[in-house]
């Protein structure tokens, strides 16, 4: 089966321009994440979506970031405007929906962004 | 604030050691508890998952659950020098909620 797919794998702006990502899931995967992975740090989730509802988004900075998945599939990350502070690769993830304790999260490659 | 904590390292480990990585989490509603490796500058993989107390493995690598203590484990044994990378410990909540740890660099010196 194919895997999570990530677009572009790299991008690099200069500070206050806009930027989006793109993920398209495992297919038949209802749960997608976007998390932000600093240099050094384990991965931090920005928003967790079930089908194309937001289950989670308490730790994305609504004042800059948004997401959509508007039709429960693929989805998108902007960043507008963007900080120095935003340098980062961006993961897209996907899982089965349910409760499952068995329910891993598949990565894909990941997008990084460097902000100057 | 549901947290994971790791020691960041790096741990360094002889070839044909075993390495032992630590992970604690603070939500003791955490339903199930994932391990991935990930190597620089590439995605997180997969290694291993555990949801009941008690020991795991799958061939050279044993995780272990301690829920009353609030820690996981991950022992990787005959290091290799291949297996030098990030170990990161995720825990799941009883929902579709992942929280990760910080990482451990391993390096295995041959």
């Known amino acids: 089966e194919a895997g999570v797919a990530q677009s572009p794998r790299y991008k690099i702006i200069e500070k206050r321009q806009s930027v989006a990502f793109w993920c398209n899931p495992i297919s038949g995967h209802a749960t997608l994440y976007w998390y932000q992975q600093i240099l050094g740090q384990g991965p931090k989730l920005l928003i967790q979506?079930?089908?194309?509802?937001?289950?989670?988004d308490s730790q994305l900075p609504k004042d800059r970031f948004s997401a959509e998945r508007l039709k429960g599939v693929d989805s998108t990350l902007k960043i507008q405007p963007a900080k120095l502070e935003d340098s980062a690769v961006y993961l897209c993830a996907s899982s089965h929906a349910g409760t499952s304790s068995r329910n891993e999260q598949f990565f894909g490659p990941g997008t990084r962004l460097t902000v100057l | 604030q549901k947290e994971v904590e790791q020691n960041s390292g790096p741990l360094s480990v002889p070839e044909g050691a075993i390495a032992s990585l630590n992970c604690t989490y603070s939500?003791?509603?955490?339903?199930?508890f994932f391990w991935y490796r990930q190597y620089s500058g590439k995605s997180p993989e997969l290694i291993m998952f555990?949801?009941?107390?008690g020991d795991k493995e799958d061939g050279r690598f044993t995780a272990q659950l301690n829920k009353a203590s609030q820690y996981v484990s991950l022992l990787i044994r005959d290091s290799q020098p291949s297996d030098s990378a990030t170990y990161l410990c995720?825990?799941?909540?009883?929902?579709?909620?992942?929280?990760f740890g910080p990482g451990t660099r391993l390096s295995v010196l041959p």
């Open positions: 979506f079930q089908n194309n509802g937001v289950v989670d």
């Open positions: 555990i949801y009941s107390n």
């Open positions: 939500d003791r509603g955490s339903q199930s």
């Open positions: 995720a825990v799941k909540d009883y929902g579709q909620n992942f929280v």
